[in-house]
C-alpha cells in the first residue's frame, strides 16, 4: 500500500495531466475547425476567381460583338447612337483585356490563349473601326466584318480559355473536397481521441480515487495502531506545547496524574496532581525543549502521583514538529524507577555488608595463613621429637626391648607417620582453596600416562600386588590449571589402584564423553571394594572415610581435594558404586574455560 505522500506525488502528476488533456480537447478541435474554414475560405476564393475569369472573358466578347454589331448598324445607316455605340466598346475592350490578363498572369496556358485572343481582337477592332470609304457599298462592309470574323476567331479563344478556367476550378474544388473529407475525417479522429482521453482520464481519476481513499484508509488504520500503541504502553506518554499544555496522553499518563474520569487535554502540567509537575527548575528546562530545541535526558523526580504514592519518575523529553500542524511540542516520557532506586539501595546496603564479610573472610584467611604456618612449623616439630625420641629409645634399650615394647614403640611410630601425612594432607587441602589458578591448554592425555606411570612404579615396589590392567580412552586437550589436574587424577587413579588391590587383577577405565553443551566429561572406573551409596554424601568431605585404617590407608582427605579442585574450575563430580562391584567417579569441566584464556593466573 503506497503511503499518502506519494499518493500526493501522484495526484499532482494526475492533475497537470488533465490540464494537458483537456489543452489538448480544446486546442485540437480549434486547430481543426481554423483549417476547415480556411481550406472552406481558399476553395470560394478560387471559385471566385474562376467565376470573375469566367464573367470577364464573356464580358470581353459581348464588347467584341456590340463592336462589330454598332459598326454594321452604321454601316447600314448611319447613326449618332451606332457611334456612340462603337466608342464605348472600343474604349471597354482595352480594360477588360488587362483585367483578364491580370485574373490569368499565374497561368502560362492562359497566358498563351490572351496572347492569340489580343491579337485577333486587335484586328477585329481594327477592321470595324474602319469607315467605310465614300461610295463603298454596305455589302462590301459586311463582308469584310465577316472575313474578319472568320479569319480572326475570338469565340473560340473566349471559350478555351472559359474552359481551361472550368477545368482549373473544378481541379479545385475536388482538391478542396479532398481537404474537406480529410478535415471531416481528422474531426472524427479527434472526437475519438477525445472520448478515448475523456474515458482515460476518467479511469485515472476513478482510479486515484480509490488509491487516495485506499491511502486515507491506512493512514488512518496507520494512526488507530499508533494510537493503540501508544494507549498500550505502561509507560506514561504526553505532548505538551510551548505553553506546557497537555495536548496529547496515554492510559498510564491519566491514570498517574487525573482523578478517575476527569479528562487533562488542555491543562498546564502544574495544575496536574497537586502541583507534581510543580518544580519551576523542571518547568524552566521543558519550555527550553520545546522553545530553544533542546533535549532532557534521564531527569529524577519525586512526584506524589494521584493515588498518593510516592514515587521517582525519570522523566525524559525531546522537540517533535507536529506533521499536521506544523506546530513544535515536546514529547514527554516518563518510566517509573522507584522500585529500581529501592533496589539500588539495597544493593549498596548488601555491598556494605558484603564489604564487612570480605574483611571478616579476609582476617579468616590471614588465620588459616597462621594455622597453616603453625600446622606446618609448631606441629611438624613436636612430631620429629617423638619420631626421633622413639627411635633413641629403640635403640637405647637395644636387645632388651621386649614384644609389648616393640609394640608400644611400633605404634608410637606409626602414630607419628600418620600424623605428618595428615598434617601434609591438610596444608596440600587449604593451598588448593588459597592458590591462583593459572588456565592454560593441559594434555589429559599426558597427564594420566604420567600419574599411570608412577603408579605402575610403585605397584611394581610391592611383589604382592597383581598387575594392573589399564583401559584408557583418547582424551582431550583441556584449559585448566596442570598442577590441580595432576591432583585430581592422582587421587582418583590412586584411589581405583588402592581400592581395587584385593583383586587378582585390578581393572581401571578413564574415559570421555562430551555434552551437548560442549562439558567435558571425564570417568575412572575400578573393579575394587566399593562402597555403599547411601553414605554417599560424606564421601567428599574432610577426613570422611568408607572403609577402616586398617584395611585401606589414608587420610581421607583426597577426594575432598579433588572436589575442591573441580569448584575452583566451575566443574562437578559424581559418584557410582555397588558394594563388591567396584565405584565409577565422573568429573565434568565447563566448556566455557576453553574459550577464556584470559583468565590465565586469576585468584579464586
Known amino acids: 500500500m503506497q503511503t499518502y505522500a506519494a499518493m500526493l506525488r501522484n495526484t499532482r502528476r494526475l492533475q497537470w495531466l488533465l490540464i494537458v488533456v483537456i489543452a489538448l480537447i480544446i486546442v485540437g478541435p480549434y486547430l481543426v475547425l481554423q483549417k476547415s474554414i480556411a481550406a472552406s475560405q481558399e476553395a470560394a476564393r478560387w471559385v471566385l476567381h474562376s467565376q470573375q475569369v469566367e464573367a470577364t472573358a464573356a464580358n470581353l466578347g459581348y464588347r467584341i460583338r456590340d463592336l462589330e454589331a454598332a459598326a454594321l448598324s452604321d454601316a447600314a445607316r448611319p447613326d449618332p447612337l451606332f457611334k456612340t455605340r462603337l466608342r464605348e466598346s472600343m474604349a471597354a475592350i482595352p480594360g477588360l483585356q488587362r483585367q483578364l490578363q491580370a485574373l490569368t498572369q499565374d497561368n502560362p496556358r492562359q497566358q498563351a490563349?490572351?496572347?492569340?485572343?489580343?491579337?485577333?481582337?486587335?484586328?477585329?477592332?481594327?477592321?470595324?473601326?474602319?469607315?467605310?470609304?465614300?461610295?463603298?457599298?454596305?455589302?462590301?462592309?459586311?463582308?469584310?466584318?465577316?472575313?474578319?470574323?472568320?479569319?480572326?476567331?475570338?469565340?473560340?479563344?473566349?471559350?478555351?480559355?472559359?474552359?481551361?478556367?472550368?477545368?482549373?476550378?473544378?481541379?479545385?474544388?475536388?482538391?478542396?473536397?479532398?481537404?474537406?473529407?480529410?478535415?471531416?475525417?481528422?474531426?472524427?479522429?479527434?472526437?475519438?481521441?477525445?472520448?478515448?482521453?475523456?474515458?482515460?482520464?476518467?479511469?485515472?481519476?476513478?482510479?486515484?480515487?480509490?488509491?487516495?481513499?485506499?491511502?486515507?484508509?491506512?493512514?488512518?488504520?496507520?494512526?488507530?495502531?499508533?494510537?493503540?500503541?501508544?494507549?498500550?504502553?505502561?509507560?506514561?506518554?504526553?505532548?505538551?506545547?510551548?505553553?506546557?499544555r497537555v495536548m496529547m496522553h496515554n492510559t498510564a499518563f491519566g491514570e498517574l496524574y487525573a482523578a478517575r474520569g476527569q479528562g487533562i487535554s488542555g491543562q498546564t502540567l502544574a495544575d496536574l496532581a497537586n502541583g507534581a509537575w510543580g518544580r519551576p527548575d523542571l518547568l524552566l528546562r521543558l519550555r527550553d525543549v520545546v522553545s530553544r530545541n533542546r533535549e532532557l535526558w534521564d531527569f529524577e523526580l519525586p512526584q506524589t502521583t494521584m493515588d498518593g504514592v510516592k514515587r521517582t519518575m525519570l522523566l525524559n523529553a525531546r522537540p517533535m514538529l507536529l506533521p499536521d500542524q506544523h506546530t513544535q511540542v515536546a514529547l514527554l516520557t516518563v518510566s517509573d524507577i522507584t522500585a529500581q532506586k529501592a533496589a539500588e539501595r539495597n544493593i549498596q546496603e548488601l555491598n556494605q555488608q558484603l564489604a564487612g564479610k570480605v574483611a571478616q573472610v579476609t582476617d579468616v584467611n590471614r588465620e588459616l595463613e597462621a594455622f597453616s604456618y603453625s600446622v606446618s612449623h609448631d606441629l611438624r616439630a613436636p612430631l620429629r621429637h617423638i619420631s626421633g625420641f622413639t627411635d633413641k629409645l629403640r635403640r637405647h634399650l637395644g636387645p632388651a626391648v621386649d614384644d609389648k615394647a616393640g609394640h608400644y614403640l611400633g605404634i608410637i611410630d606409626a602414630s607419628t607417620k600418620r600424623m605428618a601425612a595428615l598434617i601434609d594432607d591438610l596444608l596440600v587441602y587449604s593451598r588448593l582453596g588459597r592458590s591462583a589458578l593459572?588456565?592454560?591448554?593441559?594434555?589429559?592425555?599426558?597427564?594420566?600416562?604420567?600419574?599411570r606411570a608412577m603408579l605402575d612404579a610403585a605397584v611394581d615396589e610391592d611383589a604382592s600386588r597383581q598387575r594392573i590392567d589399564w583401559h584408557i580412552a583418547p582424551l582431550p586437550i583441556v584449559v585448566a590449571d596442570d598442577n590441580m589436574m595432576r591432583q585430581v587424577w592422582?587421587?582418583?587413579?590412586?584411589?581405583?589402584?588402592?581400592?581395587?588391590?584385593?583383586?587378582?587383577?585390578?581393572?581401571?577405565?578413564?574415559?570421555?564423553?562430551?555434552?551437548?553443551?560442549?562439558?567435558?566429561?571425564?570417568?575412572?572406573?575400578?573393579?575394587?571394594?566399593?562402597?555403599?551409596?547411601?553414605?554417599?554424601?560424606?564421601?567428599?568431605?574432610?577426613?570422611?572415610?568408607?572403609?577402616?585404617?586398617?584395611?585401606f590407608p589414608g587420610t581421607g582427605i583426597g577426594l575432598a581435594s579433588v572436589k575442591r579442585v573441580l569448584l575452583r574450575h566451575g566443574g562437578t563430580i559424581t559418584a557410582e558404586s555397588v558394594p563388591g562391584e567396584g565405584s565409577t567417579f565422573r568429573f565434568t569441566l565447563p566448556a566455557m574455560l576453553d574459550n577464556a584464556p584470559a583468565l590465565q593466573g586469576t585468584s579464586a
Open 438 to 451: 593459572r588456565l592454560h591448554p593441559v594434555d589429559m592425555q599426558s597427564l594420566v600416562m604420567e600419574v
Open 113 to 244: 490563349n490572351l496572347a492569340e485572343l489580343d491579337l485577333a481582337i486587335q484586328q477585329r477592332v481594327a477592321i470595324a473601326s474602319q469607315a467605310a470609304p465614300a461610295g463603298r457599298e454596305v455589302a462590301q462592309r459586311v463582308a469584310a466584318i465577316a472575313q474578319a470574323n472568320n479569319r480572326y476567331l475570338v469565340r473560340q479563344v473566349l471559350t478555351r480559355i472559359i474552359d481551361g478556367e472550368r477545368v482549373l476550378l473544378h481541379a479545385r474544388q475536388a482538391e478542396a473536397a479532398r481537404s474537406e473529407q480529410r478535415i471531416r475525417l481528422l474531426g472524427a479522429g479527434f472526437t475519438v481521441l477525445q472520448l478515448a482521453l475523456l474515458t482515460l482520464m476518467t479511469v485515472l481519476i476513478q482510479r486515484q480515487q480509490q488509491q487516495r481513499l485506499a491511502a486515507e484508509l491506512e493512514q488512518r488504520n496507520a494512526s488507530s495502531r499508533a494510537e493503540a500503541i501508544i494507549q498500550t504502553i505502561r509507560d506514561p506518554i504526553a505532548l505538551v506545547d510551548d505553553q506546557q
Open 490 to 551: 592422582q587421587n582418583l587413579l590412586g584411589n581405583a589402584v588402592k581400592y581395587s588391590g584385593t583383586r587378582e587383577v585390578s581393572r581401571i577405565e578413564v574415559g570421555y564423553a562430551r555434552t551437548d553443551d560442549g562439558d567435558h566429561v571425564f570417568s575412572v572406573r575400578d573393579n575394587g571394594v566399593g562402597f555403599d551409596m547411601a553414605y554417599a554424601g560424606k564421601l567428599f568431605g574432610v577426613f570422611q572415610r568408607m572403609h577402616k585404617a586398617s584395611e
